[in-house]
């Protein structure tokens, strides 16, 4: 699943490409009209696809910016405004070409759901190979409640202190401190994989009850899920799997991990355990975190 990295390195290719552009046309693929026509919310969620066409069409793009692992893109047309929300999923893919023909990696190419046609002759492309993700054409941000819910960027100032109040409260100091970082509303955008290398870099198992855990170890938490997430940024995104970004090129912050996915832990050279937590499967060292 694309995580915060992921999102943000793709924002940042389509960004250039999109902004200013008007969306001339929306077209749809044969699966997500049937998964309307048999009463599924497939890909496009929230309205009809008359609807999203509606609220989309002849709009321009004005801004792009991520929250969390949401791309918005704001869109206006005379004296109208609306914002086209994107989740990802496990698979979800944005590309920008000339022609759907021009998406070199096959499978993306195959599983195309949503064409933006733009005035500048470019096609904003959303492809999602499990068909998990989903794309809303929103009036404004309060039609999703769950957008408004979701934890300041953790790279701002009142990032910690917002971490701090949450996992100290009634909902989570009883939880394994995974469980918290892997909620949106606790921190913003940090997913599975980089839960489990910012939990081994911090040295702390992501078992350990959160009312358990040193104000240090706290602390510490919060710091590398941080450094993990701009680690992951400035290395394009994690890429495994079907992940690519806007340009169909991989990231490389795969070649860094150091726990997710090994066999072996990357700081002491010990053996890798795993254990199912908030239904993921958690990569930890039993040598390194305590």
Not at 7 to 22: C, F, H, M, N
Not at 223 to 245: A, C, F, P, R, T
Not at 256 to 266: A, E, F, R
């Amino acid at each position: 699943m694309p995580e915060l990295p992921e999102v943000e390195s793709v924002k940042r290719v389509i960004t250039p490409r999109i902004l200013g552009a008007t969306i001339q046309n929306v077209s749809f693929s044969d699966k997500v009209k049937i998964g309307k026509e048999v009463g599924k919310e497939t890909i496009i969620k929230g309205t009809t696809l008359e609807l999203f066409k509606e609220r989309t069409e002849q709009f321009k793009i004005v801004n792009v910016y991520r929250r969390s692992k949401y791309i918005f893109m704001e869109i206006e047309k005379e004296s109208e405004s609306k914002i086209i929300m994107c989740h990802f999923g496990m698979t979800g893919a944005f590309f920008t070409v000339p022609e759907l023909s021009n998406i070199e990696i096959e499978n993306h190419r195959k599983h195309w759901h949503v064409i933006f046609a733009l005035d500048n002759g470019l096609k904003l492309i959303y492809t999602d190979i499990r068909r998990f993700g989903e794309l809303r054409a929103l009036d404004e941000l309060n039609e999703y409640p769950s957008v408004m819910k979701i934890a300041p960027e953790p790279f701002v100032k009142e990032a910690y202190e917002h971490y701090l109040e949450k996992i100290m409260s009634k909902k989570f100091i009883n939880k394994p401190i995974k469980v918290a970082i892997l909620d949106h509303t606790v921190i913003s955008g940090c997913g599975n994989i980089y839960a489990c290398e910012a939990l081994l870099r911090a040295g702390v198992l992501p078992t350990r009850i959160i009312k358990d855990l040193t104000v240090n170890e706290r602390e510490k938490v919060f710091k590398e899920v941080v450094n993990v997430l701009q680690e992951g940024i400035d290395n394009g995104g994690s890429s495994i799997s079907d992940y690519y970004n806007a340009d169909g090129e991989k990231g490389t912050m795969q070649e860094k991990h150091l726990i997710y996915g090994k066999k072996v832990c990357g700081q002491c050279g010990g053996p890798v355990l795993q254990k199912v937590i908030a239904t993921r499967n958690t990569h930890y060292c039993p040598n390194c975190q305590k």
